[in-house]
DNA sequence: CAGTGAGCGAGCTTCCGCTTGACTT
């Protein structure tokens, strides 16, 4: 029989630790918080400082009454939550539901490698009460926001089921960010495009450095271009560079998948939960961009044995925000020499691929570029021409991960005073956009920025709202637009009025009329919540 | 006499954050 008892809150980490540990250990899990305050009232004693009441939530009888036996033969317990409020909330939970004394041994790891484990248990603490403290005074205020204002709801707006800290300013976003684009207006420019030729009949894109604002001043300004002279002013060569971007967390995991696979931040978390059951990788819910030495010195070896010691770079990133707990690792796959993984569907396959490709990059070399800019004077006008080159002088970390399209945009050789001339002239009217609706992924990015929820919350938060009728997800057809367009042609000023289809919006996040109704009750009346 | 509709009363809804897995669309 196992003489320590290990008690952590996932059971695929209580695996995985267990291996570690070996025999005189058994490692088992609360699977996450197991008491709560009752659902049906409001279980807090509000003539008695607010003295919550805490029972075992339904779904978790079960697991503290397995706890309860492991306890009762177990010689030492080990309470082993991540390190976080929560965490220390819910090994205080445990102390309280399995009736362990005050000093039972708290211990906390940050990453699952045996030298972190080991270290932690010879190196136990007690539990945090001051940190407890803090949690259940989150919890008991995010408690009386909801139930009592919700009810005030039910009567005052109808379609109007809830209200809280963390949905109301997610829907106030929706709500406030239609608005703005409902007032906007579009202001319409012009932008000037050409392309030049040289004596040697080499041709060159450029731009105009600056837009203008009217019809009149685009055309005034291609029948100046008529009579010009062009010649080139002035050639910079510069070098630069690109770095890779931190590794995943869960946002930004989101937020990528999203953009480059199309998944939406739910089936995202439901992949990352398979992958990281299989083992495949570290812990999907994390706000945390540290990668363990282990995972440092593993990427080191696969990328100088597969692209060479050029393309390392050992980079650890810090975490910016203030209100990160940091209770895990970064999400990376747990065996960098597996740049795939096999016998599981597309979508999955794809969601490691990129996990791997961006913890691989995270430790290589900066991509060094060659920019070149050169401006073309125009004889007669003050206006001049820029064109705009970039060449890859060293892929570095964009070997594995691509951010951007890699080609190489090349100008032909010109030398300063070298005369060109008119090849082709276009100047398109464009229109000033409103603010782009959000999708699932960049509320969550918004959210994440102002502080509010937490990694595990965010793609249930972007579903409450829309399981609530506040929010809903469309994907909208476009419409016909016209534009103005100036052209040169055969050495006259041609004008056209051609159609574009533009407004085409894809899984975009509206706000429903019950939100509106509902998000200006609340800024009227609750401003100090929903703010 | 059967069906309809007004009127009344009872019962329900709700928060956020931590974990999965069972279940439905």
Redesign the pocket.
């Known amino acids: 029989m196992a003489k320590n008892l290990v008690i952590v ?5 209580a695996k995985t630790i267990e291996k570690f540990l070996g025999k005189d250990y058994v490692v088992k ?1 609360s ?3 197991i008491r ?2 009752p ?4 279980g807090i004693d509000l003539e008695n400082n607010f003295e919550p009441t805490y029972e075992v ?1 339904a779904d978790k009888k079960k697991v503290v009454a397995e706890l309860r036996k492991a306890v009762k033969v177990a010689e030492k317990v080990y309470l082993a939550t ?1 390190e ?4 220390e909330a ?1 090994a205080w939970h445990l102390l309280e539901a399995l009736k362990l004394p005050r000093d039972t041994s708290r211990i906390v790891f940050h990453e699952i490698t045996k030298g972190a484990i080991t270290n932690a248990i010879t190196n136990p603490r007690t539990v945090d009460f001051n940190l407890v403290d803090a949690q259940q005074a ?2 008991v205020i ?2 009386l ?3 009592e204002i ?2 005030v709801l ?1 009567r005052k707006i109808s379609g109007a ?8 300013p997610v829907m106030r976003l929706v709500v406030e960010r239609e608005r703005e684009i409902s007032q906007h207006s579009a202001v319409s420019s012009y932008k000037v495009k050409a392309e030049l030729v040289n004596d040697n009949g080499e041709l060159v894109e450029v731009k105009l450095n600056k837009d203008f604002d009217s019809k009149d001043q685009t055309l005034a300004f291609a029948t100046q271009l008529l009579s010009a002279d062009l010649s080139v002013l002035s050639v910079e060569k510069k070098p630069s560079k690109r770095s890779p971007k931190a590794p995943f967390i869960t946002s930004t995991l989101q937020q990528e998948a999203s953009q480059k696979l199309g998944f939406s931040v739910k089936q995202t978390m439901t992949i990352a ?1 398979n992958l ?2 299989e083992g495949a990788i570290t ?1 999907m ?1 994390t706000d945390s961009f540290t990668l363990s030495e282990t995972a440092i010195e593993a990427a080191e070896k696969v990328i100088k044995q597969e692209f060479g010691v050029e393309y390392h770079n050992a980079r650890r990133f810090k975490t910016k925000d203030a209100g990160a ?1 940091e209770a895990h690792e970064a999400i990376r796959p747990t065996d960098l020499t597996k740049p795939s993984i096999y016998g599981v569907d597309e979508q999955t396959a794809k969601l490691y691929s990129l996990i791997y490709k961006r913890t691989l990059a995270s430790q290589m070399s900066d991509a060094k570029l060659q920019k070149t800019q050169i401006k073309i004077a125009v004889s007669n006008a003050d206006e001049l021409f820029v064109a705009m080159g970039e060449i890859l002088t060293f892929p570095g970390f964009l070997k594995v991960y691509n951010y951007l399209s890699a080609e190489d945009k090349l100008l032909p050789d010109l030398t300063q005073g070298e005369p060109l001339t008119l090849a082709s002239f276009s100047a398109r009217e464009s229109f000033s956009r409103a603010k782009p609706r959000y999708t699932e992924a960049s509320l969550v990015k918004k959210i994440e920025e102002m502080g ?6 965010f793609a ?2 972007v579903s ?1 709202v829309q399981d ?1 009728n506040y929010v809903t997800k469309e994907t909208r057809e476009g419409f016909e637009r016209e534009y103005e367009l100036i052209e040169i042609s055969e050495g006259t000023v041609v004008e056209s009025k051609p159609n574009e289809t533009t407004g085409v919006e894809k899984n975009k996040l509206f706000p429903t009329n019950v939100a509106y109704l509902l998000n200006d009750f609340l800024v009227k009346n609750f401003s100090n919540i929903i703010d």
């Open positions: 809150e996932s059971p695929a980490k899990s699977i996450g918080h709560d305050m659902k049906k009232d409001m939530t991540d976080d409020r929560e965490g819910i989150r919890r995010d408690r926001v909801g139930f919700s009810p039910w089921r809830s209200a809280g800290r963390v949905q109301s939960q990281y059951r812990y819910r707990q509010i929820g937490r990694p595990s919350t249930t938060m409450t609530r």
